[in-house]
């Protein structure tokens, strides 16, 4: 179904570490708005979305989404590459390291572990598009406030990439939103129109 090219999306050379930054990033990891909550949503909602084209917007956004996950864990991985023990201590990262060694492990900046319960799929288009553009602009949020905390341009750049593509994926499943509600029965809000909405 998908071809691998071995290149990430965007670069990632970063010349300093700071596992104090790397804490913070990888949350778009595995916290509860980062790329893998959010290609594990698409990648799951497009099964019962009626439409091709909106199903094809899932599908690429999904995928696009898996490779996001890949630069976040680049950026992460460089950030603490070769990290000292008092490095380690001294930058906040000996409660990570301890578990993960400087391994990747998918968690929120906070520390809590990626579970499944952050992203939702419905099985209800209206519902499952409205909760994408919702997440996007979560993502789109969370990138905002890692772009706060850091001046280094080697993490500044490839960041700011990830944050314009959250913009674009809510433009598109804006699109898609579109193009569900004009398949709509007039008659209600909703794509499917149940039985219990038909006035007699």
């Not at 060694?101 to 992203?119: D, E």
């Not at 280094?152 to 990439?161: C, G, N, Q, S």
Request: charged share 25%; glycine share 4%.
């Amino acid at each position: 179904m998908w071809t691998y090219e071995k290149k990430l999306q965007y670069p990632v050379k970063i010349c300093n570490t700071n596992a104090a930054l790397a804490k913070a990033i990888i949350s778009q990891f595995g916290g509860p708005d980062g790329e893998l909550a959010a290609s594990m949503r698409y990648l799951s909602q497009r099964y019962s979305m009626p439409y091709n084209e909106v199903i094809a917007t899932l599908t690429d956004i999904g995928t696009e989404e898996l490779a996001h996950m890949e630069m976040i864990c680049a950026i992460v991985h460089q950030l603490t590459k070769n990290l000292k023990p008092e490095q380690i201590k001294a930058q906040g990262f000996a409660d990570y390291y301890v578990d993960h060694t400087l391994g990747l492990w998918p968690q929120a900046a906070s520390g809590a572990p990626f579970t499944a319960t952050v992203f939702q799929s419905k099985g209800d288009p209206i519902t499952d598009l409205h909760e994408n553009m919702a997440a996007e602009q979560k993502a789109r949020t969370t990138y905002d406030n890692i772009l706060r905390l850091t001046d280094d341009p080697d993490v500044l750049e490839p960041i700011r990439f990830l944050r314009e593509r959250e913009i674009v994926h809510y433009q598109r499943f804006g699109e898609a939103l579109r193009i569900v509600q004009d398949n709509m029965d007039s008659r209600n809000f909703y794509a499917f129109n149940p039985s219990f909405d038909v006035r007699k």
